[in-house]
């Protein structure tokens, strides 16, 4: 394997840029890089957290998608109404795999599409009745709900209906918390904004419920774990290893989380933040009015959950950091087998990631265990303080790119000829059928957890069954064909 | 008019003070501050990248993380 050089990823990027007009062009220059680990403000090198360039087909999605989608929709035991037209509900439901555990549709409701279904006299007329109407409705069938979050699709920012009138009068009469979230798709450029604005409605609408209230007993071990949304069990198989290492857990935000857990959280003693990007906001509110510090952690591949256990355990007592060197001994022998068992079958091999949130950097730990090595990464809707940390993160000269389009990405693999794809849903199927193993890391897939000790094994063995499957070589890529005359007679 | 964006002040596994503006995601370190005794806290502050800010000076060393309105130098 010959690595690229700086000059070479630098040309790369322009020979990408030239199929652009020139104001496209001049644009998408600023969010392509080469990494430089001895810049250390990535604000010098790239520009991240803006509109995507029309006629560009970009991977993102949308403030809705980012409240419902990703914040508020995984809490189990509340009822999250995609308020508006059907679609934005109906096409992302379910979508993500956060697991939960009760019974659906009765003291949970994470995968029901809840909508108010508006149709054109709602738009015409307001569809403030009808929200109430639909919160009644709720009430009456599935009585064991916690409470409500009433999700704004565009039209309700566009036609102003009054949705904080209408929760807070419900929540009255309901005596249940009804949480109005302004989280209309056209606001901001990405999903980033939406996750913003569920941690603020989470804020000013729950968050203090408990403040008076002391009855709940707290422990010196009390922690919370903030954005993980437990796909594929992600949450689940991260939790053991704190609650092993004596820690215990509070909250769960928001995979498998309650309505409970969350008002509790203000209670713990620190916050531990795996999605700095979709969670940082609401750590930075309990750090300053709760005095409640923050850590980031990782949980992907072993190394990184050693040094991460290390470093929460820091902040704790002995006997937590004996917890915590007891767990990391306890998983060594099992994580030595795995990789004794998947390195041989995966050394060397290149991989190209294009995801969200925190994947693009926190997953490079878990390849490099294997002997892998990521050669590109970027992010659908990261800021600039995310690729301050990712620089940090990845090997010099990685490319790195922001908010990248289709032909971006097609390119980059042509060029750098990965051996793994790791990306969403959006761009599975055109690298599949250009013949590249790839793998779904929004949802893992269909597979995971992917945290943890656990996970792990999940993660190598997934990789390995990827990469190493036959069927690649036995697509026929239509332009890999030596003979083109027949090509030219199915046109 | 002066720009005056909201920033909140807080300190560092390291006892750093670090500065950040939410709406700009920028996270620096404070490289000084005026006045840091025990009766005056805030005045010029200057961060690693060169930029200065101004915050209205507090009457004692408050409580961190605390969200200010700081313009912008
Ligand atoms: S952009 Fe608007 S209409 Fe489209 S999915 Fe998001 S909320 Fe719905």
Redesign the interface.
């Known amino acids: 394997m010959t690595e690229r050089t700086r000059t070479e990823n630098e040309a790369l990027i322009q020979e990408v840029l030239k199929a652009y007009p020139e104001q496209t062009k001049k644009d998408r220059a600023k969010h392509l890089m080469v990494n430089d680990k001895n810049v250390d403000?990535s604000k010098k090198c790239i520009i991240s957290?803006k509109k995507s360039q029309p006629g560009v087909t970009t991977m993102r999605g949308c403030a809705y998608a980012g409240a419902k989608g990703v914040v508020w929709g995984p809490i189990k035991d509340m009822v999250h109404i995609s308020h508006g037209p059907v679609g934005c509900g109906a096409y992302t439901r379910a979508g993500r795999r956060n697991y939960y555990s009760g019974f659906t549709g009765v003291n949970n409701f994470v995968t029901i599409n809840f909508t108010s279904d508006y149709q054109e006299k709602d738009i015409v007329f307001g569809g403030d009745k009808k929200l109430e109407k639909m919160i009644d409705e709720v009430e009456m069938l599935f009585p064991l709900h916690k409470g409500i979050s009433v999700l704004s699709e565009c039209p309700i920012g566009l036609i102003g209906d009054d949705i904080e009138a209408v929760a807070r009068k419900k929540s009255k009469q309901i005596n249940k918390p009804i949480v109005p979230v302004r989280c209309e798709g056209f606001r901001g450029v990405s999903q980033s904004l939406g996750h913003h604005i569920a941690n603020d409605s989470i804020r000013d609408w729950l968050l203090s419920k408990r403040d008076e209230d002391n009855s709940f007993e707290t422990t010196p071990y009390d922690v919370s774990i903030l954005g993980d949304y437990n796909i594929g069990g992600d949450a689940w198989s991260s939790r053991v290893l704190l609650e092993e290492m004596g820690l215990r857990v509070v909250a769960q935000w928001s995979g498998d989380g309650s309505l409970s857990e969350m008002e509790l959280t203000p209670k713990v003693k620190m916050n531990l933040l795996h999605c700095y990007r979709s969670m940082n906001?609401i750590s930075?509110h309990m750090?300053?009015k709760y005095?409640i510090p923050w850590l980031e952690y990782n949980f992907f591949g072993p190394t990184k959950i050693a040094e991460s256990l290390r470093k929460i355990a820091s902040h704790f007592d002995s006997k937590i950091q004996e917890g915590a060197e007891r767990v990391i001994a306890k998983y060594q022998p099992t994580m030595d087998a795995v990789i004794a068992k998947y390195r041989p079958r995966l050394q060397g091999k290149k991989v190209l990631l294009y995801v969200g949130g925190l994947r693009p950097r926190h997953t490079v730990g878990a390849y490099e265990d294997l002997g892998m090595e990521v050669v590109g990464t970027g992010y659908e809707f990261a800021?600039?303080?995310d690729y301050?940390r990712t620089m940090k993160d990845m090997k010099d000269a990685t490319l790195i790119y922001d908010d990248a389009s289709a032909h971006e990405l097609d390119e980059f693999v042509k060029v750098l000829k990965p051996d793994l794809v790791g990306s969403g849903i959006k761009e599975k199927y055109g690298f599949q059928k250009m013949g590249v193993p790839f793998r779904q890391m929004h949802s893992w897939d269909y597979s995971g957890p992917y945290h943890g000790y656990d996970g792990f094994a999940i993660f190598a063995r997934d990789m390995d069954m990827t990469i190493n499957n036959p069927c690649w070589s036995k697509i026929p890529v239509p332009w890999k064909q030596a003979d083109k005359s027949s090509l030219a007679a199915t046109a | 008019m002066s720009i005056m964006p909201n920033v909140i002040i807080r300190k560092n596994q390291q006892g750093q003070l670090s500065f950040y503006v939410p709406k700009k995601d920028l996270e620096e370190m404070v490289v000084s501050i005026e006045y840091d005794g025990p009766s005056a806290w805030g005045g010029e502050v200057q961060l690693v990248d060169g930029s200065k800010y101004y915050i209205e000076p507090l009457e004692a060393p408050p409580q961190l993380p605390l969200t200010l309105r700081v313009k912008r130098l």
Do not use: I, L, Q, V
Request: proline share 0%.
């Open positions: 403000k957290n906001y930075r750090e300053e005095g800021h600039n303080d301050d």
